[in-house]
């Protein structure tokens, strides 16, 4: 009998709640050694630990605040590793906001900003050398599709999104033949803590638009598997990016545009 492969380690950021938790029990029941990041220390060692049992896999904690300087330096070290290198990177912590661009403080926009793409950026631009070095490594960085156009409500959200998508597409034409791979992963509307801790009313949206954070990522890990750059998940929000993708401009504003409940 040959020896067992060496298990792979994955880096995940918002590991402590919705898309991410759902990631790390994913990976960990896959084999995979896990990097948990969060802020929150007691979730992530609670979750940790649940992991470590059911599974018998290594589980570090990192607790990091990914919108400061500090917390992303902090992880970019991590993802630098030699010793211990990460081969799947998932770039899922995010934020939204619920007031129009107008009524927000400028602090909370730059905030969003910093968290939705400077730590993308960073962590990606930390984690790639080592995998071109290898000749391996996945990057999945967690999008939206509400990067696909413009939207009123939460502007700076969907101008974020809108960037990791094309970032990520970009980045994974670059390295491609290097053996490394960059995706996009690109939800609607998902049942977690994000629009709670944004303040967003979901209570109007019909029930049929949420999807189930564990069915976002296997079809986001099946995506990964099969190396396509950008993945919508579920056939309904594959109709509609394809719809948005091609619609007209002008359309597409009428569509998104002035939704009382952000204003
Ligand atoms: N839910 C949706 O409908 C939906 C749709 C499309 C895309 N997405 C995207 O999916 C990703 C995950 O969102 P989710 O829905 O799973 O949200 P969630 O349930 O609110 O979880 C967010 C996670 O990010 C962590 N986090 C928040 N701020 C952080 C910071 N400053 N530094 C480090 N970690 C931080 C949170 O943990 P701590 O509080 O412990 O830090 C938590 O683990 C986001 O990028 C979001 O934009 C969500």
Redesign the pocket.
């Known amino acids: 009998m040959g020896d067992k492969p060496a298990p792979r380690t994955a880096l995940v950021?918002?590991?402590?709640?919705?898309?991410?938790a759902s990631f790390a029990r994913r990976l960990a029941a896959d084999g995979y050694r896990l990097v948990l990041?969060?802020?929150?220390r007691q979730?992530l060692t609670t979750l940790a630990d649940e992991l470590a049992d059911r599974h018998g896999v290594t589980v570090e904690v990192l607790d990091?605040?990914?919108?400061t300087d500090g917390?992303v330096t902090a992880v970019a070290d991590r993802l630098r590793s030699v010793d211990a290198p990460v081969d799947l990177l998932v770039n899922?912590?995010?934020?939204?906001l619920n007031r129009s661009f107008r009524r927000t403080d400028e602090a909370d926009e730059l905030r969003l900003l910093r968290?939705?793409v400077e730590a993308v950026l960073r962590l990606t631009h930390a984690v790639l050398p080592g995998m071109v070095q290898r000749r391996q490594g996945r990057v999945i960085n967690?999008s939206?599709v509400?990067g696909f156009g413009p939207l009123a409500a939460g502007s700076t959200y969907s101008a974020s999104k809108a960037w990791v998508t094309n970032f990520s597409e970009s980045i994974d034409m670059s390295v491609r033949h290097l053996g490394v791979r960059v995706m996009a992963l690109c939800?609607?509307?998902?049942r977690?803590?994000?629009?709670e801790?944004a303040g967003i009313r979901t209570s109007g949206s019909p029930t049929w638009l949420w999807l189930r954070?564990d069915d976002v990522v296997a079809d986001g890990l099946r995506d990964l598997a099969r190396g396509r750059a950008v993945s919508v998940p579920d056939w309904r929000y594959k109709t509609l990016a394809t719809v948005v993708r091609h619609a007209p401009h002008g359309l597409l504003r009428l569509a998104a545009g002035r939704p009382k409940s952000r204003e």
């Open positions: 950021t918002g590991a402590t709640a919705g898309l991410g990041v969060a802020r929150d979730r990091a605040d990914l919108a917390g899922n912590a995010g934020i939204g968290l939705n967690v939206s509400a939800p609607g509307y998902v977690t803590e994000f629009h801790r954070a």
